[in-house]
């Protein structure tokens, strides 16, 4: 038999179990930070987001059809519209107005209306409220 000090020196007993070890808490000055962080970034990202995304920013260049002609190939005539494919791959819807004005080498029978598909294209025009784009000039290079 042992005597009773051996069991208490015994390294093959078991041991209790360990606590876990206690996180310490972040200070107020740690959270603070990384709310203003978190808002500095936010506002930041607005910010740019606003200068690329808005329509109506000053320093940024007017849409195409607008100051700028909308080049493209005509895909389809019908009650006063135009569709117009741009270079990119975008389709594109134009207004032809009654007094819209077709500059072309030769005279076109019906104005915006005699061009046929595949007819490459230089629209310059305005937006209307509703977001199309009414022409005031097509222009057919030669």
Not at 7 to 29: F, G, K, M, Q, V
Not at 37 to 66: I, K, Q, Y
Not at 86 to 95: A, D, F, I, K, N
């Amino acid at each position: 038999m042992t005597a009773p000090d051996e069991e208490d020196t015994d390294p093959r007993a078991a041991l209790p179990p360990l606590a876990p070890p206690e996180r310490p808490r972040p200070r107020r000055w740690v959270i603070g930070l990384a709310l203003l962080t978190v808002f500095v970034l936010g506002v930041v990202g607005g910010v740019l987001a606003d200068r690329h995304l808005a329509v109506g920013c000053r320093g940024c260049p007017p849409p195409a059809g607008e100051g700028t002609p909308l080049v493209g190939t005509v895909e389809s005539v019908a009650d006063g519209l135009l569709a117009v494919r741009t270079p990119e791959g975008r389709l594109v819807v134009v207004r032809a107005a009654p007094d819209t004005r077709v500059l072309d080498e030769r005279p076109r029978a019906g104005g915006p209306a005699g061009l046929s598909r595949g007819t490459r294209v230089n629209v310059v025009g305005v937006r209307d409220a509703d977001g199309l784009l009414t022409a005031l000039e097509v222009g057919v290079p030669g």
